[in-house]
């Protein structure tokens, strides 16, 4: 998980891997886990365009 000055910040669900980063790695896992729960970033368990847009539009460093 994340260190450091993580008071209250927002998590970082897009970032699947926890790298602190949400890149090409997360996408790769969220394709992989398309329609089911794997690749899920929304949390209603299943991995669709809705995860997709959340996941590119938090692409880049997690909040800190
Ligand atoms: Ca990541
Ligand atoms: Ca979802």
């Known amino acids: ?16 891997d926890g790298d602190g980063v ?12 398309w329609n ?8 209603d368990n299943t991995t669709n365009g809705e995860d997709l847009g959340i996941m590119l539009s938090a692409w880049g460093p997690c909040p800190v």
């Open 1 to 16: 998980m994340g260190s450091g000055s993580g008071s209250g910040a927002p998590a970082c669900p897009a970032d699947l």
């Open 22 to 33: 949400v890149g090409g790695a997360d996408l790769g896992l969220l394709l992989s886990g």
């Open 36 to 43: 089911s729960a794997a690749g899920d970033v929304n949390g």
